[in-house]
């Protein structure tokens, strides 16, 4: 997931951190000291999905050197943690890989005495994270979000509150679906009344045959490219990510995002430590760093994508937790679901995405 910098909100950064001398210091909400680590931390994470800020804070503090190299899929990360000389010591997968993970037994146990600032995930978010790791054993949440549509009320005059609008021949030309097999094929299960996690057959078929149909309608699929077109109202109608919705309102006050009545997925991508870590008590120190209450709303100000951190979301403004596109309704999380891993069931799901990429 392609996480970006919502620069707009800059101004408000900068108020809320007016406590930082410089990028090598920050007032640390929880009386937090880091004593000198050394050595390398080797960081996978997603494309602008950190405040480098942070990253040089952390340098400062504890003396160890971050290298921080950027994935673009799940599945990417994975090829490279499998590799035999796999370098990393923290990354940030997704729910369903996570599960897999564990499954593989590819990860360590987290020493929550190294994490106290562990206490600061809202405890709201277990609902959905015990689905795939019980009790927290291995991963925090990091970041988390819906899918949904971003639609532009000057083009879209009806109300928006299904996923059936993707298909409206009235759009032709101005609906984006996003490139991801499980979101596009998930949500389009959601509405035809299937589960996301579907192990049928019959039903995988049916959403293919389903997004089949709508190709002459789609402008095709995409990932950052469709956001920009959003914002610059090139298009009426997109399947996103609501971190992605959230900034492009921010720049658009023409757009406006929903959660579909049919349900979507809730997605969380949480910080792991693979077995074949070097530098644990490094990897360690920076989860607790991150899950520090400044650091927490300092990063989400940044990326834009909702925070699971309590202590930060306490220290965001109403911009932030007022908005139901950052800060969705118990309401809307009732209707939604996580990715949850299908093992080799998967190989249903990527045929029938390469029927339907071939239809565009």
Known sequence: MKKILCAVLIAVMLLTFAACKSTATIEFADGDQYSEIGGELNVLNWGEYIDPELIEIFENETGVKVNYVEMTSNEEMLIKLRSSDSPYDLCFPSDYIIEQMIREDMLLPLDYSKIPNAKNIDPKMNEFTNVFDPGAKYSLPYMWGTVGILYNTTMVEEPVDSWGI?????????????DSVRDTIGITLKYLG???????????????????EQAPLRKGFGTDNMRTSMINGKAALALIYSGDAFAAIDENEDLAYIVPKEGSNVWYDNVVI???????????????????????????????????NKAAMDRLGEEFTEDETYNPSEEVLARCEVFHDLGEFVEVFNAAWSKIKSSN
Do not use: H, Q
Request: aromatic share 14%; net charge negative.
């Open 166 to 178: 993707l298909w409206d021949e009235k759009y032709a030309g101005n609906i984006w679906m996003y």
């Open 194 to 212: 299937y589960d996301l996690n579907t192990r049928n057959e019959a039903e995988v078929a049916a959403a293919r045959d389903k997004l089949i």
């Open 274 to 308: 693979p077995k074949t870590a070097k530098n644990v008590e490094a990897a360690l120190a920076f989860i607790n760093f991150l899950n520090d209450g400044n650091v927490a709303a300092k990063n989400t100000e940044y990326i834009c994508y909702s925070t699971p």
